[in-house]
């Protein structure tokens, strides 16, 4: 609406990076609550459960888990640069990062698509004849790892999309280097899904 | 709305937001407007659908339990009545009547801000409003009908039932997010819009409650919206997260439902303390006593009102050290509260009170609340709590506290505030008759609940035992005389809209906030240049100027 609220009068056009920060920041704290809440139910029936969480953790794959943290942190390196490249003024170079930082989003979506596939081959999925005829503990361990890796996994695609328009946005000059907030907000986005994959990869394939 | 009956701002000079021509014509220029007194008013029209609805499901099962057994409809249509009703008055009414609608006007005119800070978000707010609103419809039409859960969708009825739980439970979802969007918006207004010399003391009653409030919409909101989504995977997918047959826990379920719910009551009822700090000064021309305090409080509230969820939980089962914490603080919260209440009657003591329809609200507010809380903190005691729990002790309870305290300050507030939007006066005298109809009947509604609910009458029993038969008699007359107080109240809004006296003063009432030296109705730009904020909001200085202007 800038176009709108520019042909009213010039003061209407309000930019106030400050507040569009605050108002990240608040949204990631709702983000934060949000997956603390199945935090907070995955540690309750870790609890309930020990051995049972012990014994399925067992059944993933750590090598495709560390791989795809790998893969995750370094697209928050590529979206770090992209930010410090805009603030150089060299668009070219910010487009570049961006666009690396979502083929490695697709990457760890390619993995973790492969990784419930072969998941899925065997039998263990939510409402699943193998997995229903394990104990409780089983079904709650698999329950909450498709959750929460699965609302992880909505995130990225969502950040995915995000930063596809910012790349068009950089293009067009919308996000420059004396203007470049929504940039640095999809990058404090981008983070947070890191910073919830740091947690999930050490609760579901390292502690066993 | 009024936009095309007037050609000229009613001041002559720049038009009113309501005239203003922007870049779209027509219903266009509401639904894509992006001006929060647009955006404000898109929600008053929506929130008051939704609250008729609400009345009409909640006339319907009063008229169902007028005798006993089967009077108009089956027992499974009675569950399918007291969810709607619940889900409406809860998700769709209460919670964004004040902040939404006069949140939305008023916040930014109150802190001489032009708008919210995001304004675009703003209206995707309402937009999601909307969505969760339509699709709270769609499950009453949808085959296998509205939900019969409660509006708490309690684990594991709420996986066993073939009703539409999914739709319930994804329109509230959907609402919640509206709510954080709305508080978020807010928070970041509150800290960067205020006009330069509006130092935090300085800020309005009623903003520190919006401020307050959308704090906890922030914090506590994602809580339940994680809780319901897992609710309609469980459904979909059966992962067993909350069902007791696979393995899950429905206790845990009613903690995670709680931590948010509870904090909800304070989404509620917070906006309307605010609205009761605003108008008391006003009404009794007198400074407000304890202006700290009062602001303090609310924050207290908010931060107390956060821990205390497990009260709803007593009869579940829990850890005695959990019940009396959760027992103390419960009877904490009373603290803050019982501090608004003595600083609002400390502020009437030697005031000049003029009984307009906003203050006749506010007093009806004090004393409703007063009840509806202190059966509250009566509750808090878990001895007494195992007695009433589920009875309808505590329905008669939460609608003194909802709608005789929420409730009634969004009356006042409608009464204070919407000449001022719309340019136009109601009826005084009117709207002095519908209030004494509706606070009688209020009271004759709920006051039987409380006493039977004491006696042992279930709450959400479609039958009952004979002893009880006057008491549900007599409440549901009294649902008859609250309903034909709010149809004269409505209609006398409406007349005023087509009808009413025009009002071009600036001040309706003698208030000192902001939004008292702007325009009525307010220009589009709100202000004509950044407004000067001396002093804190309700020095009556000019006490005696206020009272001897001309009444409206």
Known sequence: ?208 | MASDTVALGTNGHEPSYLEYQGKHKGILGWILSTDHKRIGILYLCSVLSFFFMGVVFGFLMRLELISPGETIVTAQTYNKFFTLHGVIMIFLFIIPAIPAIFGNFFLPILIGAKDVAFPRLNLLSWYLYITGGLLALMSIVMPGGPADTGWTFYIPYSVRTDTNVIYALMAAFILGFSSILTGLNFVTTVHRLRTPSMSWFKMPLSVWSFYATAWVQVLATPIIGITLLLVVIERVLHVGIFDPALGGDPVLYQHLFWIYSHPAVYIMILPGMGIVSEIIPVFAHRTIFGYKFIAFSSIAIALFGSLVWAHHMFTVGMSNAGEFIFSLLTMVVAIPSAIKVFNWTATLYKGSIELAPPMLYILAFIFLFSIGGLTGVMQGVIAIDIQVHDTSFIVGHFHYVMFGGTGFAFFAALHYWLPKMFGRMYNIKRAKVAFWIIFFGFNVLYFPMLIMGWLGMPRRYYDYLPQFHPYHFISTVGSWILILGLIIMFTNFVISLRKGEKVTKKNLWGGETLEWQIDTPPTHENFDEIPVVEDYPYVYKDNEIAVEEEKV
Not at chain 1, 123 to 131: A, D, F, H, N, V
Not at chain 1, 138 to 153: A, P, R
């Open chain 1, 1 to 208: 609406m800038t176009t709108q609220a520019q042909v009213h009068s010039a003061e209407h056009v309000h930019r106030d990076d400050l507040g569009a920060r605050l108002g990240m920041w608040l949204f990631l704290f709702t983000e934060l609550i949000l997956f603390g809440g199945m935090f907070l139910v995955y540690s309750v029936y870790r609890f309930s459960h020990p051995q049972e969480f012990h014994i399925a953790a067992k059944e993933l794959n750590t090598i495709v888990g560390t791989f795809n943290t790998m893969i995750l942190l370094t697209s928050s390196l590529t979206m770090v640069l992209s930010i410090a490249a805009i603030q150089r003024d060299n668009k070219k170079l910010s487009i570049f990062f961006q666009f690396l930082t979502i083929l490695l989003a697709v990457f760890f979506m390619v993995n973790k698509f492969f990784e419930w596939s072969v998941k899925f081959h065997h039998g263990i999925y939510p409402g699943s004849e193998t997995l229903l005829n394990e104990k409780s503990g089983d079904i709650l361990f698999f329950g909450l790892y498709y959750v929460m890796t699965g609302l992880h996994g909505l995130h990225v695609l969502v950040g995915i999309v995000i930063i596809a328009v910012m790349m068009r946005f950089t293009s067009k000059g919308i996000v420059t280097h004396d203007n470049y907030i929504k940039l640095e907000n999809t990058g404090l986005y981008w983070h947070l899904v890191d910073i919830i994959w740091i947690f999930l990869f050490p609760l579901f394939y390292l502690i066993t």
